[in-house]
């Protein structure tokens, strides 16, 4: 069964004693396997609480330390497709399999501009998870490593570019010729009827040329006496 790579929210208390966590608080999240889906669980814990679990406690698919900021009140901005970290999100939101290569190069990207923090690495059946942890908002993202080859890295970065700056790009249609017009073609009764009437004067002029007699002007036979006694 694939994972699902949601967004996992901070919590802004303890899981255990749920005491509010209070600014600059160091605490622990962990992530559980979800047992009745395929995605995983987030628990965030006071580091007493985390110290106090028992022994035989489930062992998280991976934890780390964190340091609590309380969510702060921001101005809603338009998102843009200009945006990677907006269309970061959006990509993991949606977790689609042919957007894992994008995926994947736009947090390296929030990475270096130090908007995420990679907190650990964990191989699976279905490859190398990384998991980010966003500076400011605590939101956790798991990302799978698709281990791209050296030489599809810049076809990767192109592909990256045109989702964030889709103007920059011609739609396939543009990328296409214009097709020439091209006249329609008539069949044989409309050519009949647009070339001109023939004139049947030059049957004649045909007729006189070769000094044969038109058929119309041959001179008839007087009738012959058996014609005229029957008639």
């Given at each position: 069964?694939?994972?699902?790579?949601?967004?996992?929210?901070?919590?802004h208390a303890c899981c255990i004693t749920a005491e509010a966590f209070v600014e600059d608080q160091p605490f622990i999240t962990a992530l559980y396997p979800d047992p009745e889906s395929s995605s995983y669980l987030r628990q965030d814990y006071s580091l007493?609480?985390?110290?106090?679990?028992?022994?035989?406690?489930?062992?998280?698919?991976?934890?780390?330390?964190?340091?609590?900021?309380?969510?702060?009140?921001?101005?809603?901005?338009?998102?843009?497709?200009?945006?990677?970290?907006?269309?970061?999100?959006?990509?993991?939101?949606?977790?689609?399999?042919?957007?894992?290569?994008?995926?994947?190069?736009?947090?390296?990207?929030?990475?270096?501009?130090?908007?995420?923090?990679?907190?650990?690495?964990?191989?699976?059946?279905?490859?190398?998870?990384?998991?980010?942890?966003?500076?400011?908002?605590?939101?956790?993202?798991?990302?799978?490593?698709?281990?791209?080859?050296?030489?599809?890295?810049?076809?990767?970065?192109?592909?990256?570019?045109?989702?964030?700056?889709?103007?920059?790009?011609?739609?396939?249609?543009?990328?296409?010729?214009?097709?020439?017009?091209?006249?329609?073609?008539?069949?044989?009764?409309?050519?009949?009827?647009?070339?001109?009437?023939?004139?049947?004067?030059?049957?004649?002029?045909?007729?006189?040329?070769?000094?044969?007699?038109?058929?119309?002007?041959?001179?008839?036979?007087?009738?012959?006496?058996?014609?005229?006694?029957?008639?």
């Amino acid at each position: 069964m694939a994972e699902n790579y949601s967004i996992r929210s901070r919590s802004h208390a303890c899981c255990i004693t749920a005491e509010a966590f209070v600014e600059d608080q160091p605490f622990i999240t962990a992530l559980y396997p979800d047992p009745e889906s395929s995605s995983y669980l987030r628990q965030d814990y006071s580091l007493p609480a985390w110290d106090a679990r028992e022994s035989d406690a489930e062992v998280p698919f991976s934890y780390w330390r964190s340091v609590y900021k309380p969510p702060q009140k921001e101005e809603k901005v338009e998102v843009t497709p200009q945006d990677p970290e907006a269309l970061f999100s959006k990509l993991v939101e949606e977790d689609e399999e042919h957007t894992a290569n994008a995926r994947f190069i736009l947090a390296a990207m929030l990475e270096r501009k130090k908007l995420l923090r990679e907190t650990d690495t964990q191989q699976t059946g279905s490859g190398l998870l990384r998991i980010y942890e966003h500076r400011k908002t605590g939101d956790v993202f798991i990302v799978r490593d698709p281990q791209i080859p050296l030489d599809q890295v810049d076809t990767i970065q192109e592909e990256v570019h045109r989702l964030l700056d889709p103007e920059s790009y011609p739609s396939p249609e543009e990328d296409q010729p214009e097709a020439e017009e091209t006249k329609p073609e008539t069949n044989g009764s409309e050519a009949t009827n647009d070339a001109p009437m023939a004139d049947s004067a030059p049957v004649e002029a045909d007729a006189q040329e070769t000094g044969e007699e038109s058929p119309t002007n041959q001179p008839t036979e007087p009738p012959s006496e058996e014609e005229i006694a029957a008639a």
